[in-house]
């Protein structure tokens, strides 16, 4: 399952794509951390190494469709390494039909908004190494990901009992710092959890 940031991968993934991730994740465990933005990626995938284990980055600033297309596109690196090993190309045929049929299993879910859906691959052969490959994709992804931001501030600008949301909408409430953590609450179970002062989070308005 998820060994890192586990409450807040999960937040981030839309919701009736939450029980297809856990079950990928239960049968390919692997750590998966949120990382301050890039500029050069938005997620990576590090096989393990020795005394290492498999472990992906996705970059914290994303939409939620943005966030799942990418931890989706790792995860299926991650399943091409387990079940190939080292010798086949990151982005080959094997990687291809694994994160094609993967991404199929979500749409058929309707996870994804219609104008999103539309503009998926239509086969393997149409996937690139990267979002930016699929020019239609990139765009609409773009504009999701301009919605989100247009509201969005650092947890250390908020003032404390501001209320706040995750990109999914999942409501907190800031409590204060505690240490170079900063408390807060969720609105939904009650549950106090720690943030970095630098995590960006959505406006309430």
Avoid at 2 to 13: A, N, S
Avoid at 88 to 93: D, I, L, Q, T, Y
Avoid at 113 to 122: D, N, T
Avoid at 150 to 171: D, M, Q, S, W, Y
């Amino acid at each position: 399952m998820l060994k890192k940031d586990e409450f807040l991968v999960d937040h981030y993934i839309p919701f009736p794509a939450r029980p297809l991730v856990e079950q990928w994740i239960t049968d390919f465990p692997v750590h998966i951390d949120l990382v301050a933005p890039r500029k050069t990626k938005c997620g990576d995938y590090r096989v393990p190494r020795a005394g290492t284990s498999p472990r992906i980055t996705i970059n914290r600033d994303h939409n939620p469709y943005r966030f799942l297309i990418v931890l989706v596109h790792e995860l299926a690196h991650h399943i091409v390494h387990i079940r190939h090993g080292y010798g086949v190309r990151p982005h080959g045929m094997q990687w291809k039909v694994i994160f094609f049929q993967m991404l199929q299993d979500l749409n058929q879910r309707n996870v994804f908004p219609l104008e999103v859906s539309r503009v998926l691959p239509f086969q393997p052969s149409d996937l690139r190494a990267s979002t930016c490959g699929n020019r239609s994709l990139f765009k609409m992804l773009k504009k999701y990901d301009e919605n989100l931001h247009k509201h969005t501030r650092t947890l250390e600008e908020l003032a404390p009992n501001t209320i706040f949301k995750l990109p999914n909408g999942h409501k907190f409430k800031k409590m204060g710092k505690k240490r170079v953590r900063i408390l807060c609450q969720s609105l939904k179970n009650k549950k106090y959890y720690l943030f970095s002062p630098d995590f960006e989070v959505v406006n309430r308005d």
